[in-house]
């Protein structure tokens, strides 16, 4: 039976029609004239651009730039792809199998692992412990992975948590794959918005030979709508996600491999992620000065990374009903923290600009406000 992706169709339902729209996991994405004059480009410079299909796996100079930011890797490892979303579903559909095991962190995005479940895939999980600044329970990693296990998912930084793996978490994962030759697929679409002054978040792309990295222009690059996404995978696996990309989409848009490109040169994509820093911490600031006037009813793990956090509030009611109140009386979205198995959570977007934060913010106090007194 075919299994929804709840988050996505919760967002589908509700995220056109509210006013404060917190639902989102990028940072407040750019306008085309914002990243033309970031690039110093000239927008009649596009113009010439032909709007035709480009390469099918992706402009060979796009291939180039993207190869360059993980050690090790070539054009031939790479498949430009229809934003991360693609790209999950391509792996799933190349690498599982009805009858093969997949384990995933538990709370996590459930892109690939609702992909592997419609396959006939078993899925295990193992934790990441709220308690403990939402670390990876390695005992049970080293429980959960048996010789059935085909695939690690791995988001790193993490969706919805914010987690950063640290070195003793990255071996583990890839001493208990190596154990059983299970592949790694890494969900790398937050890295570059790690919060202060943290360093970049390292990829697994060439820490182990059975590694496949993801990543898109969604998150850390404000650039969600340009739907451009990419895997990295040992060259010999690449015609295989190729000819199922064939059916899916065919390729990416001309447009999105030309601005992609602009955006990951070396001269821009810096420019990119320090913004996309600036938002995240001051935004995170923002939260948590707003919820501090209920400061008994809600509490906070600081995320390592990314524009988002998990918010934990004590109140009588369950997350999804918390949501739809939200919606239907503050004119405001949150996720729900049911799309992730936490109840009595919701996930928040804060990387937004300071005067619509302090709006949504004082609308969700509101709702808990009358809560408190009902």
Same mark, same amino acid.
């Given at each position: ?107 996590? &995005? ?79 679409? &937050? ?106 009813? &809600? ?56 005067? &619509? ?18």
């Amino acid at each position: 039976m075919f299994q929804p992706f709840e988050l996505e169709h919760y967002l589908s339902d509700n995220e056109q029609d509210v006013s404060y729209n917190f639902s989102e996991s990028g940072v407040h994405p750019l306008t085309l004239g914002e990243l033309l004059d970031i690039a110093g480009i000239e927008a009649d410079a596009l113009r010439e651009t032909l709007l035709d299909y480009p390469e099918v796996r992706g402009k060979a100079e796009l291939r180039e730039t993207i190869a360059a930011l993980y050690p090790g890797a070539y054009p031939d490892n790479v498949l430009v792809t229809v934003g991360a979303s693609e790209a999950n579903h391509l792996v799933a559909a190349t690498l599982l199998e009805a009858g093969d095991a997949v384990l995933a962190m538990h709370p996590s &995005y459930q892109q690939l692992s609702g992909n592997a479940i419609n396959r006939g895939v078993h899925l295990d999980t193992v934790s990441l412990i709220e308690d403990e600044d939402w670390a990876l329970d390695l005992a049970e990693l080293e429980q959960r992975v048996t010789p059935a296990t085909k695939l690690l998912s791995i988001i790193n930084p993490h969706n919805p948590t914010g987690h950063i793996l640290n070195e003793a978490e990255r071996t583990a994962i890839i001493r208990a794959a190596d154990k059983v030759g299970a592949w790694i697929v890494a969900d790398e679409v &937050y890295a570059g918005t790690e919060r202060g002054e943290a360093p970049a978040t390292p990829s697994f792309w060439g820490q182990y030979d059975r590694v496949i990295a993801i990543n898109s222009m969604s998150k850390a690059y404000g650039l969600p709508g340009l739907r451009t996404g990419w895997i990295v995978a040992p060259a010999d696996w690449v015609p295989a996600l190729w000819r199922r990309h064939e059916y899916a989409t065919i390729s990416a848009t001309m447009l999105g491999n030309e601005l992609t490109e602009i955006a990951l040169s070396p001269a821009v994509r810096p420019k990119l992620t320090a913004r996309a820093r600036r938002l995240i911490d001051r935004g995170f600031d923002v939260l948590m000065r707003e919820l501090a006037a209920q400061e008994d009813v &809600y509490s906070v793990v600081p995320p390592q990374a990314s524009a988002m956090c998990i918010v934990r509030y004590d109140l009588p009611i369950d997350s999804r009903r918390f949501a739809d109140r939200l919606v239907a009386e503050q004119d405001t979205l949150v996720v729900p923290g049911s799309c992730f198995g936490l109840p009595r959570h919701f996930r928040f977007s804060s990387a937004l600009e300071e005067t &619509y934060l302090v709006e949504g913010i004082r609308r969700i106090n509101a709702l808990v406000g009358s809560l408190l007194h009902a």
